[in-house]
């Protein structure tokens, strides 16, 4: 059950930003995929970011989610490798999915296919990015927003 008030109305402001950039040369079912698991990670790592779960009128449980839009970007190869490599020297939250992933069928071989690579090479296809809102802004530069 939320401990919010349910008779609040005033608007709740973020100081943080969480951002999905997907690079636009993929399918759409790729983008929805990809999309997901990015955002799989952040909720386990940076527990903030999950509100408190959902009930409806008649009771029923329903599990939390983030407590917080997802924005979602698109933009092309190049820009996708320059904001992996500025997520990453900020050392900022970050999840990353590569053109590996979409030819792996589990977990681990997922990991260890990421593992294979060193960061400046992967083929990053889609970066999942959380932190404070000027710094992910800098991190998504040049991106547009997904139509």
Not at 44 to 56: A, M, N, R, S
Not at 63 to 87: D, I, N, Y
Not at 107 to 134: F, M
Request: proline share 7%; hydrophobic share 40%.
């Amino acid at each position: 059950m939320s401990t919010e008030s349910p008779t609040n109305t005033t608007p709740i402001r973020f100081d943080t930003k969480i951002a999905v950039l997907l690079r636009e040369d993929l399918e759409p079912w790729q983008r929805l995929n990809v999309t997901a698991f990015l955002v799989s990670g952040l909720g386990t790592t940076v527990p903030d970011v999950i509100g408190e779960p959902y009930e409806d009128a008649d009771g029923t449980p329903y599990l939390p989610m983030f407590r917080q839009p997802v924005l979602v970007f698109e933009a092309t190869k190049e820009t996708l490798k320059a904001a992996h490599g500025r997520a990453v020297s900020r050392s900022l939250p970050c999840s990353v999915f590569t053109s590996d992933l979409f030819g792996t069928g589990n977990d681990r071989d997922n990991r260890a296919a990421v593992r294979a690579v060193g960061a400046g090479e992967l083929d990053v296809v889609g970066v999942a990015v959380y932190g404070p809102k000027n710094a992910v802004d800098k991190v998504v530069k040049g991106a547009r927003m997904h139509p």
